[in-house]
């Protein structure tokens, strides 16, 4: 869970690091980093919403009403797709 950026020392020196989409708060002079936001990165969401879509698929193989929705998607999007 991420640490409100209110709750770090008033006059504090803070080092920010970033890694991947996290971002730390580290006091000047520690070792020990707290982490206080993320960043909104557009590519991880879509990374994580195409394993979601992977794992539907997966669920589709041996279930046959998921497998069923899934045909009545693909009709729809067939209807509606510009030509």
């Known amino acids: 869970m991420a640490t409100p950026m209110g ?11 970033r890694v ?4 730390y708060a580290r006091e000047m002079g520690q070792t020990d ?3 206080i936001g993320r960043l909104d ?14 794992n539907v698929l997966r669920m589709c193989d041996a ?12 009709v729809l999007y067939n209807l509606k797709k510009p030509t």
């Open 7 to 17: 709750s770090l020392k008033p006059d504090a020196t803070y080092v920010y690091e």
């Open 20 to 23: 991947d989409d996290r971002i």
């Open 33 to 35: 980093r707290r982490l």
């Open 41 to 54: 990165n557009p590519n991880s969401a879509m990374r994580e919403y195409q394993r979601e879509i992977n």
């Open 63 to 74: 279930d046959p009403a998921m497998r069923e929705l899934l045909d009545q998607l693909f």
